[in-house]
Structures are given as structure tokens and as C-alpha cells.
């Protein structure tokens, strides 16, 4: 595809979650999210997903699905056009307009069961994990004219973050993965293979708190006010920039939040941590 066809044909919500970017307010047909260039605390970014474009109020500056990869990734457009072309089904969704209106889902799942799969117990196994398998599903989905299996983690609004060695997506509407056991102490997680690291680690059998899977940093604004109630937050986030600048954030918000990824240092993540000592 030439330029012009991958910004007609590659969708912009596509490309934005690539990037673990998703939206603070959204109805059918644009959304708003925070700034691709700089921190905020109100959103600027207006995504009309029809047009597949974007716009900064901030800036007054246009994004097509190229320039976005150009601004996040800093590169030139030959280097954005092999990043997008690595993205050909990774979209959750496709919205048209129609007489049944605009919303149409674009994959179908076909069963969800306990794991099972060889594949899927192997992956679970090389992530060190495989012990918690029962806190997620084993889902067969069709997207985009071909099948897929994959592990699957449900979120609050019924969505399913599905990971497999290949690609990770959400089906679904995208939110945070509350569990709730009842506790004054909350352990936060950016994704689901995190908590269920911990979970391994810890041998949790009982339920001595809540967790919190965000599924991404951009979905913690969904359950801030919540974490007030808590009289502990434990932060296990990703040892990268959006992960510490989001441990900056709720340490300078809520005073009983720990910064537990000093267990993990030198290492993206508590899981990456935990399969190299393993």
C-alpha cells in the first residue's frame, strides 16, 4: 500500500492503541485523548474516527495515522510506514456508517473455555504462569476473515484482553479489571500476566486484598476516586517512562501509595522480572 491508501485503510483507534493510548471521553464517532507531545491533565486530541484523522487543540496540528507514528515513535516516514505495516489486524473494531448505525463489531468469538490448547498452556508456562491459569480463559475468535486463539482476561465492561505470542489486543469495550475482596489494601497492575505473576509468587490462595489490572495507565482515571477508600496502594507498574511518570502522579496524589517496582529493577516488568530468577 502507497501512503494514502494506509491512511484510508489502517485504522487511527488501531494505531493509538498500538501505542497503549485510549480514550478519556468517546461517543460514536470521535474521542478525546491526552496529547501525543506533552503530559496533561485535560485532553486535547480529538480523533474523528470516520475521517480516520486527528486534531491538537493545543497546537492546532492534523494527524493522519502516519504522522501519529512519526510524533510517538520520532522517526521518519519510511520507518513509520514498516511500524503500520505490522499492524493489519490488530484493531478491536470497525465503525461505519449504516443504517444499523454506527457501531459495527468487527471480529466474532466462537468459544471460551477453561485453557486447554497446547500452544496456550506452553506460552502460560514460558511466562511462568501457568499455576494461575484459572483466573483466565482460553478464547477462538474470528477478525477480519481469519481465526484466532488466544489467552483471554475479562475487564469490567466485558471486554477481554487477549494476549498470545503473536499479538495483544482487546475485544471489547477497554477498561480496568477490578477484584474485589473485601480489603482496606489495593495492589495495582498494568496488565494482567502482572498480577498473575503475583498471584503466583505470593501462592494467593486468600483473599487478604483487592487488585487492580488498569489493562493500560490511560484507564486509571476510571478508577481514581475509588482508591481514595483504600489505606494502602500498592503501585507494580512497568519500569518504562509512562509507568514511572504514572507512579509520580499517584504518589503525589494518594500519600499511602508504594512504589514496589524497586523489587524489580532493571526489568520492563514484574513478570520479565520473574521469568529471568526463575
Not at 465503525?95 to 477453561?114: A, C, D, F, L, P
Not at 500519600?255 to 513478570?271: H, M, P, V
Amino acid at each position: 500500500m502507497n501512503c494514502e491508501e494506509i491512511k484510508k485503510n489502517i485504522g487511527i483507534r488501531t494505531v493509538l492503541e498500538s501505542f497503549n493510548l485510549f480514550p478519556v471521553k468517546e461517543n460514536l464517532r470521535t474521542a478525546f485523548y491526552f496529547a501525543l507531545d506533552r503530559e496533561e491533565k485535560i485532553p486535547s486530541l480529538s480523533v474523528d474516527f470516520i475521517k480516520n484523522k486527528a486534531f491538537d487543540f493545543g497546537t492546532g496540528r492534523s494527524y493522519d495515522v502516519i504522522s501519529i507514528v512519526q510524533t510517538i515513535n520520532k522517526c521518519s516516514i519510511s520507518d513509520a510506514l514498516k511500524y503500520l505495516g505490522k499492524l493489519d489486524f490488530s484493531h478491536e473494531r470497525t465503525e461505519k456508517n449504516s443504517k444499523e448505525g454506527w457501531q459495527t463489531r468487527s471480529y466474532e468469538v466462537s468459544k471460551i473455555h477453561e485453557i486447554t490448547h497446547p500452544a496456550l498452556v506452553r506460552y502460560l508456562k514460558e511466562r511462568k504462569v501457568y499455576e494461575q491459569s484459572h483466573l483466565v480463559k482460553e478464547i477462538h475468535f474470528r477478525l477480519k476473515l481469519k481465526n484466532y486463539f488466544a489467552v483471554g482476561f475479562l475487564n469490567d465492561s466485558g471486554g477481554m484482553e487477549i494476549r498470545n505470542q503473536y499479538f495483544k489486543i482487546c475485544l471489547g469495550d477497554k477498561d480496568v479489571t477490578l477484584v474485589k475482596n473485601g480489603s482496606n489494601e489495593i495492589a495495582i497492575f498494568e496488565g494482567f500476566f502482572d498480577f498473575l505473576t503475583y498471584m503466583n509468587i505470593e501462592n494467593k490462595q486468600d483473599n487478604s486484598s483487592d487488585y487492580l489490572v488498569l489493562n493500560s495507565t490511560a484507564m486509571l482515571y476510571k478508577i481514581e476516586k475509588k482508591l481514595s477508600e483504600y489505606s494502602k496502594i500498592s503501585l507494580f507498574l512497568d519500569n518504562d517512562p509512562n509507568g514511572r511518570q504514572t507512579v509520580k502522579q499517584m504518589k503525589m496524589k494518594y500519600a499511602n501509595a508504594e512504589d514496589c517496582s524497586l523489587i524489580y529493577t532493571g526489568f520492563k516488568d514484574l513478570n520479565e522480572w520473574f521469568c529471568q530468577r526463575t
